[in-house]
């Protein structure tokens, strides 16, 4: 039996593809349902040729004919309940796959892990990113933010948390992330299964440009800030300051 998912023949009676796993069973059950449909109409007819007293070489005959006519069209249905679950299929296939925003946030540590500056700049400074493109600014990977020599990066996983019309919240919450200097000096790396980071993003010129981009992109665990402790303390005590 041919699986709708992946093409593979199985062997008849088969509930699930040898090949792909995929569940198989409802389409031999429509072949099944199909066969004993055509048994009782036959039955039926050949009771009924019977009781007009037709010789059964004649009864034989017409049943024959009848199974002709029918055969294509048990086989058009069968087709089509195969196209149908092969629609589902991809439809699910195709709304499967990750949004919009998850897909940005991809990007960017992927474009931090081959150090891509363009690529990292589409999805931080759009501005500065249409001045590379044209020629006009000529961007440093340091400058940027770039910071270590190299980067490892490894199994990223991601969950759209909410996306409401320019803004999205994506959790990364899974893979490993760490930079290298030359020398040989580590970031520590961050095992995102243990320290989820939830990255905020806006749409602008149908671009997702990914907020406080320099503190999402560090390679370790971001710092925690305690109840009552001010995000950015040294900011806080110098506002105070009259001089």
């Not at 055969?71 to 629609?87: E, K, S, Y």
């Not at 363009?118 to 500065?128: F, G, N, P, V």
């Not at 790396?189 to 980071?197: A, H, K, L, N």
Request: hydrophobic residues 35%.
């Amino acid at each position: 039996m041919r699986c709708p998912y992946c093409g593979h023949d199985n062997p008849e009676g088969r509930r699930y593809c040898e090949e792909c796993g995929e569940k198989i069973a409802r389409l031999e059950a429509e072949r099944a349902r199909a066969r004993r449909k055509a048994l009782r109409e036959a039955a039926r007819m050949r009771l009924e040729l019977e009781k007009e007293g037709l010789e059964r070489e004649e009864i034989e005959r017409r049943l024959r004919r009848a199974r002709r006519r029918t055969a294509p069209r048990v086989g058009i249905l069968l087709a089509l309940a195969c196209l149908v679950v092969l629609a589902v299929v991809l439809a699910v296939v195709l709304s499967g796959g990750p949004s919009a925003p998850e897909k940005a946030v991809t990007e960017f540590f992927q474009s931090i892990k081959d150090r891509d500056v363009l690529a990292y700049l589409k999805h931080t400074d759009l501005d500065l990113y249409k001045m590379a493109k044209q020629g006009e600014y000529q961007p440093d990977l340091y400058a940027v933010g770039i910071d270590y020599d190299h980067y490892r990066l490894e199994g990223l996983k991601t969950r759209l948390v909410k996306e409401e019309g320019d803004y999205a919240e994506v959790e990364v919450v899974g893979g490993y992330f760490e930079g290298f200097y030359d020398q040989g000096e580590s970031s520590g790396g961050v095992d995102f299964s243990q320290y989820p980071r939830l990255v905020t993003l806006v749409k602008v010129e149908n671009t997702w440009l990914v907020n406080d981009y320099n503190l999402m992109k560090l390679p370790y665990p971001l710092p925690e800030i305690l109840p009552g402790e001010e995000e950015f303390p040294e900011v806080e005590e110098g506002a105070g300051d009259t001089g």
